[in-house]
């Protein structure tokens, strides 16, 4: 995925949006599920201490997955 503008261009942004998030107190934990070449990318955006509120890490392609599969992969770390 590397090398790829728009690819590159996701991943900075959502890891602006996880630290703006976690600075900012907004977020006290974070789950995240990617596929794993985009995992990879975000995990070296991330600083340190947002990183760190990362609970569970799911590197899957769960798109096209229903809510009830979705909600089955991650019923081991979601509690409502």
């Given at each position: 995925?590397?090398?790829?503008?728009?690819?590159?261009?996701?991943?900075?942004?959502?890891?602006r949006?996880?630290?703006h998030g976690r600075s900012s107190g907004q977020v006290g934990r974070f789950i995240l599920v990617a596929p794993p070449g985009f995992?990879?990318?975000?995990n070296e955006k991330l600083d340190g201490p947002t990183a760190g509120l990362v609970s569970d890490?799911?590197?899957k392609d769960?798109?096209?997955?229903?809510?009830?599969?979705?909600?089955s992969h991650l019923?081991?770390?979601?509690?409502?």
């Open positions: 995925l590397s090398g790829y503008p728009q690819c590159d261009l996701q991943v900075q942004e959502l890891a949006e996880l630290n995992m990879g990318l975000l890490r799911f590197e769960y798109t096209k997955s229903s809510d009830k599969e979705l909600a019923a081991s770390c979601i509690f409502l």
